[in-house]
Structure formats: C-alpha cells, structure tokens
C-alpha cells in the first residue's frame, strides 16, 4: 500500500520528534522526575540508603521528591497518593511491611506511573502493580548468618542457645532472615532458637528487648542473632550492663555490615556480620529512567554483598562507605 505525500510528511517528523525526546516518558528537554516513599530513618544503614538515593539522583540530573514515612505504612501511602497528584515520572517505594499495598499500587498503575520496589518486596494479589525490586536476596542473609554460626561452633560441645532479635514485624527482611537461618540450623538438632521477639530495627529498642531476654535465660545464652547491626549494638550494651563479655560470653551475629558493626568487631564485642548494602541509589536511577522510557525490567535486580567476621574488620573498616 502507497502511503501519500502529506501521510508520510507526518510520520517522518513523528519519527524525528520521537528521536528528540530523552525516552523518559516526557516532553524533549523535561527532568525525570521521581518519587520516593522511604520508610524512616531507623538505622545507620536507611539513613546511608536514603544519601545514596539522593546522591544518585542528584548526579543523574533527576528531580527527586523525598518523603520520610517516619516508619509509618499510612504515611507512605499519603506520599504515594501525594506523588499520583503531582504525576511524577516514577515511584520508588521501600515498604515499611510486605501486605497492605494493593489499592494505593493499583492507583500507580492506573495512573500508567511505574512503581520500583527497593530494599524490600510486598504481597499483592496483582504483581503487575510494579515493575521491579531493587534489593538484597534477605533468606540468603540468614542462610549465611546460620552457616557462619554452624562453622564457627562446630568443635564445641553441648546445646548451642541462640536469642534472636527480629526487625519490624510483617517486614521482608525480618520474615526472611529468620526463615533462612532456621532453614540452616534445622539441620542440627544441637542449636535451638530459646526466645525471638521484634527489636523493630533500632538500637533502643534491641537494648531493651535483651535485657529482658538476660532476665530470662542469663548465662544460658549463647547465641544473639540480630536481623541488623543497630539492635545488635544496642544488644551489645545490655550485655556488658549484665557484667558479660559480648563476643566472648555471647556470640554476636548482625546483618547490613554498617560501620558501628565494624567499630564493634575491631573492639572484640561483636563477631560478624553479613552484608546488606544500602547504596542502591545508582542501580535505582538506571532501573526508573527504563521504567519510564517504556522498558521492561527484570523482576529482581539484585545487589552483590559479602560476609565479613570479626578477624578482617580492621582491615575492610576504612573500605566502608556506610
């Protein structure tokens, strides 16, 4: 079929108009422009996670509009529905908890705004609500605290009594961590689990929750794996008021590698911990321009982390970014 003079006049500047545009989803020459939904700023490691976001977006030229849920869901769900208003370019969202995202994502979606997850995951009944999640393989994270543990204490002899503080209920990380050390030290009846409760991911609060598992268990624990380095450091402080060595008396396993736990392991206090890298701001930039430009992303874009023990911390410490 012929296309005629005035049809094919159309297309060509079509065509050469489309080329000119930045493939963000908006008009030639417009910044993308982005929403973050961050969850507070409950430990070193969210507060490095938020200065790499901003930092990211900062040097990608992106305007970012930054709203701290002051680890509130409905306060999250406010700075979505806000960032819907405004029709920003794309969402990023780190979810305080895992459920209770269905109807605020559906809005994203029928707003055509895509929606990137980072640091943690969520449970919908539609997954098409978002395109991505940026973030740590957490089950991983507590598979590795487990065989670090199991290796470390296999020429002793005897119950191996761990306590275990728990993040923020109902979040990924807490979920997964603890399902993935389980999974591991299942596979000897020696080590048990005796108390586990939520220390919410911060420090005050990991301080207090041990102090009453001290009160409870006293020189019968031998074990404290906490879901991350704030409550393992607050721990750490509670075990010493008690007249204890921590990582001596008490085993100290953390997770996120965050330098106070790198201060604590160059101390003695503390005995490893497993790395969970906040500094996802450029993988987030590179994932929300595509998400923009129409691209379909991978469902899991992970980060690559490693363990660190007690006997290299010396010499990664001055390495650390966070």
Request: with cysteine.
């Amino acid at each position: 079929m012929q296309m005629n003079k005035r049809t094919l006049v159309a297309t060509l500047l079509a065509a050469a108009g489309a080329s000119l545009l930045p493939g963000l989803g908006a008009a030639a020459g417009k910044r993308l422009v982005i929403g973050f939904a961050q969850t507070g700023a409950e430990s070193e490691w969210r507060t490095a996670n938020t200065e790499s976001v901003k930092s990211a977006a900062k040097a990608a030229g992106v305007e970012l509009k930054f709203s701290d849920g002051q680890q509130k869901q409905e306060n999250q769900i406010k700075a979505i529905r806000a960032f819907i208003a405004q029709k920003v370019d794309v969402i990023i969202l780190a979810p305080l908890v895992t459920t209770g995202w269905d109807t605020v994502l559906k809005e994203a979606k029928a707003a055509k705004i895509p929606v990137i997850l980072e640091s943690r995951n969520v449970e919908v009944k539609d997954p098409t609500t978002w395109a991505s999640f940026v973030g740590s393989d957490f089950v991983e994270e507590g598979r590795r605290a487990a065989r670090w543990l199991l290796d470390h204490t296999k020429d002793t002899q005897g119950d191996v009594n761990i306590v275990e503080l728990q993040g923020t209920v109902g979040s990924d990380p807490a979920n997964d961590r603890k399902k993935g050390f389980e999974e591991v030290i299942r596979t000897n009846p020696r080590y048990k689990v005796v108390r586990s409760q939520t220390g919410d991911f911060t420090r005050s609060k990991g301080k207090e929750v041990m102090e009453a598992f001290l009160k409870a268990e006293g020189k019968k624990i031998n074990v404290l794996y906490a879901h991350n380095d704030d409550m393992a450091i607050g721990a750490i402080q509670a075990i010493e008021e008690t007249g204890l060595k921590p990582g001596k008396d008490i085993l100290v396993i953390g997770v996120d590698a965050v330098k106070g736990a790198f201060e604590a392991m160059m101390a003695g206090k503390m005995n490893v911990s497993v790395e969970c890298s906040p500094l996802l701001g450029p993988q987030l930039m590179e994932a929300a321009k595509k998400a923009a430009a129409g691209e379909t992303l991978p469902r899991w874009i992970k980060t690559n982390e490693g363990v660190f023990p007690q006997e290299v911390a010396a010499k990664e410490f001055p390495n650390r970014k966070y």
